[in-house]
Structures are given as structure tokens and as C-alpha cells.
């Protein structure tokens, strides 16, 4: 089959799915570990400048944005492993892919992999609104708070 052909259809099981699931939640925990060791936990400049960097990349064109437009343009990019919305200055993420690695790999929810996460999420939220952006882990567990102050 040519790889180049527009109907190239991937037929994958369950199964194949679910070996994919265990492979990214391992090499997400192996990424955070490494940055957090390398940088002594101070990983939040590494995602954030990831997260600008991503945020030049997205189909998103906001004019003079509020960050309750951000936010709800980020929940539709992301809807397919992220249920998040903002209260206020307020983050609550509901259902999360991050949660269901840590949960997978029997990390504790708000560690490196977490704290990694949210500041390339708030360096995205950054790069479309145009400002500093700072998010603060509040509690973890079944839902995620987190309060998010633009500067």
C-alpha cells in the first residue's frame, strides 16, 4: 500500500490502542522525570517556552483575546483528552488525559508530569493572549484546580 495515498486507513484494535496508551504514559513519565532531574524541578520555563512555540503552530486567530476566550478555544482544540473550564481566574480541568497517564504509571497526580503540563498549557494560553500567564496547582485528584493569573 502507498503510505502517500489520501485513503490510507490505519486499522488498529483495542488492543493496539491500548499498547499505545501504555507506551505514551511511559515515555511522558521518562520526559517529565528527565526535565525535572536535569532542571532540579524547575521545569515551568521548559514548558512555557514549549507551549508559546506551540501556540505560533495552532489554528486559533484571536483579536485582542480575554482569557476566557483563550480558554475556550484551547477546550475545543483539546476536547479529545481534555475537559477543562475557566470560573473566574479559576481552572477546572474535569477529565484529563495528564491524570489517566499519572493513574496508568502510579504517579502521584500534581508532581512533574502535572506541574510539566500546566506550564506548557499556560505558556500556550501566553502565546494566544499575549501576555504572562501564570497557573498555580491548587488541588488534584478526580477533578484538577488551578488558579490561572494573567499579568
Known amino acids: 500500500m502507498n503510505t502517500t495515498d489520501s485513503s490510507y486507513?490505519?486499522?488498529?484494535?483495542?488492543?493496539?490502542?491500548?499498547?499505545a496508551t501504555v507506551e505514551v504514559a511511559f515515555l511522558l513519565d521518562a520526559f517529565a522525570s528527565t526535565i525535572d532531574n536535569i532542571?532540579?524541578?524547575?521545569?515551568?520555563?521548559?514548558?512555557?517556552?514549549?507551549?508559546?512555540?506551540?501556540?505560533?503552530?495552532?489554528?486559533i486567530s484571536l483579536t485582542?483575546?480575554?482569557?476566557?476566550d483563550v480558554i475556550a478555544e484551547l477546550s475545543k482544540q483539546m476536547h479529545a483528552g481534555f475537559d477543562f473550564t475557566l470560573d473566574g481566574d479559576g481552572l477546572q480541568f474535569k477529565s484529563c488525559i495528564i491524570r489517566e497517564m499519572c493513574a496508568l504509571r502510579k504517579i502521584k497526580t500534581g508532581g512533574a508530569l502535572c506541574r510539566l503540563f500546566h506550564s506548557y498549557f499556560d505558556g500556550i494560553v501566553n502565546g494566544l493572549l499575549f501576555r504572562p500567564v501564570k497557573s498555580t496547582i491548587i488541588s488534584v485528584g478526580d477533578e484538577c484546580q488551578l488558579q490561572t493569573a494573567v499579568q
Do not use: C, W
Not at 486507513?9 to 499498547?19: G, N, T
Not at 532542571?39 to 489554528?59: E, F, H, Y
Open 39 to 59: 532542571m532540579g524541578g524547575n521545569t515551568a520555563p521548559v514548558g512555557r517556552i514549549a507551549g508559546r512555540d506551540t501556540a505560533s503552530k495552532l489554528p
Open 64 to 68: 485582542d483575546p480575554a482569557l476566557q
Open 9 to 19: 486507513v490505519l486499522d488498529l484494535s483495542p488492543e493496539d490502542y491500548q499498547k
